[in-house]
Nanobody, 126 residues
Framework: QVQLVESGGGLVQAGGSLRLSCAAS????????MGWFRQAPGKEREFVAA??????????YYGDSVKGRFTISRDDAKNTVYLQMNSLKPEDTAVYYC?????????????????WGQGTQVTVSS
């Protein structure tokens, strides 16, 4: 059973940075697609970023609202995926969720991910 544990959330001022981490209990972690999603109060869960490896190439995917500001990365030796968030804005305030799936996707979507973490709160003050 896959377990995902997020950490690194908190309160930050607009323009600041945070790095989220997600530790995964997955034996074949390097083959999994890992993703980050977020959900603000009263809104649907939104795709943020994903990373997967296929055919010797690492692929990165980003939501339009975070392109150029957020970076997803992974450390396969530590079974951990990261989300570096820079130039944070108040509209980035949300609960951020880590997600995982054993398949590779050309366009990662919320419905494609089978395992989810409990979420970590990110609050950006203006």
């Amino acid at each position: 059973q896959v377990q995902l544990v997020e950490s690194g959330g908190g309160l930050v001022q607009a323009g600041g940075s945070l790095r989220l981490s997600c530790a995964a209990s997955i034996r074949t972690f390097s083959t999994y697609t890992m993703g980050w999603f977020r959900q603000a109060p009263g809104k649907e869960r939104e795709f943020v970023a994903a990373i997967n490896w296929s055919g010797g190439t690492t692929y990165y995917y980003y939501g339009d609202s975070v392109k150029g500001r957020f970076t997803i990365s992974r450390d396969d030796a530590k079974n951990t995926v990261y989300l570096q968030m820079n130039s944070l804005k108040p509209e980035d305030t949300a609960v951020y969720y880590c997600a995982a799936d054993s398949r590779s996707f050309s366009v990662p979507r919320l419905a494609d991910f089978s395992s989810w973490g409990q979420g970590t709160q990110v609050t950006v003050s203006s």
